[in-house]
């Protein structure tokens, strides 16, 4: 399986700040990369596909980039809405596989 | 837009088999582009990808769940299931029903339901 892991697993920011989480696959999985944003009680929801390419209806301050092992997800001005968690999911291949998610708490 | 919705009980008796349905609207179960999937959460923990039934029926399982796994398509009823069997507490998790029609991302889940493994 590959491994992915997440970078901090715990982040404290203030409204407006520019904020990077990272994401590293264990191997190569060319752009075949997710971001996810997770609240309490509510559907997960998938914020950014294919490494670089925005959900329809997510917000432009969202964006990604990265290839082979290494992604990031920045969000260029943190909203009070964005306090939850991320996490990235690998479909490169089978079995998917997801990060162990960063917390975004406000500081 | 589709939207999915999980159903089953809450609880669950260790070694026994877990059984949870996912209602699909806003969509065709038949449609050859979807991968209906199930994903869960253990407590505490990051998302563990279960396994999807894709067109034709063809199913891709979690290695890891295999042996005890099935998931299966019910058209009439445009639904989706899946059946775990010999659970422990450690199958204790927020199930999740998603799916998606590009590169395995997951654009479309239901709500969650938790399951709990316990006598």
């Known amino acids: 399986d590959i491994q992915m892991t997440q970078s901090p697993s715990s982040l404290s920011a203030s409204v407006g700040d520019r904020v990077t989480i990272t994401c590293r696959a264990s191997q190569s999985i060319s752009i075949y990369l997710n971001w996810y944003q997770l609240k309490p009680g509510i559907a997960p929801k998938l914020l950014i596909f294919g490494t670089t390419s925005l959900q329809s209806g997510v917000p432009s301050r969202f964006s990604g980039s990265g290839s082979g092992t290494d992604f990031t997800l920045t969000i260029s001005s943190l909203q009070p809405e964005d306090f939850a968690t991320y996490s990235c999911q690998q479909s490169y291949s089978i079995p998917y596989t997801f990060g162990q998610g960063t917390n975004l708490e406000i500081k | 837009q589709v939207q999915l919705q999980e159903s089953g009980p809450g609880l669950v008796k260790p070694s026994q088999t877990l059984s949870l349905t996912c209602t699909v609207s806003?969509?065709?179960?038949?449609?050859?582009?979807?991968?209906w999937s199930w994903i869960r959460q253990h407590p505490g923990k990051g998302l563990e990808w279960i396994g999807y039934?894709?067109?034709?029926?063809?199913?891709y399982y979690n290695p890891s769940l295999k042996s005890r796994l099935n998931i299966s398509v019910d058209t009439s009823k445009n639904q989706f299931s899946l059946l775990l069997s010999s659970v422990s507490a450690a199958d204790t998790a927020v199930y999740y029903c998603?799916?998606?029609?590009?590169?395995?991302?997951?654009?479309?889940w239901g709500q969650g339901t938790l399951v709990a493994v316990s006598s």
């Open positions: 998603a799916t998606g029609v590009a590169s395995g991302s997951y654009p479309y």
């Open positions: 806003g969509g065709s179960i038949r449609s050859g582009n979807y991968y």
């Open positions: 039934i894709y067109h034709r029926g063809n199913t």
